[in-house]
């Protein structure tokens, strides 16, 4: 349905990340800042996202995304 709706696949992105052992430990996250590099198209990607709720303001969530994009760009441009 997201696919549909957005017109792409999300590939990792909001995807489960992290490690586990052999015991059972591990901890994960939610990949709500990623990059998806294709180095033989030259392209990268690059998703942020929000929790947005019934209460949030579209335009404080579209600002949080972009602050949350700025370390991914500022590693590709040094």
């Not at 017109?7 to 591990?26: E, K, L």
């Amino acid at each position: 349905m997201i696919a549909e709706l957005e017109g792409m696949s999300r590939d990792r992105y909001a995807g489960p990340v992290g490690w586990f052992d052999t015991r059972g430990d591990g901890e994960f996250g939610i990949a709500l800042r990623c990059a998806h590099v294709d180095e033989q198209a030259g392209l990268v990607r690059a998703f942020a996202g929000c929790g947005i709720v019934s209460g949030s303001d579209p335009e404080r969530e579209l600002a949080e995304s972009n602050a949350k994009l700025v370390p991914i760009r500022e590693a590709l441009t040094t």
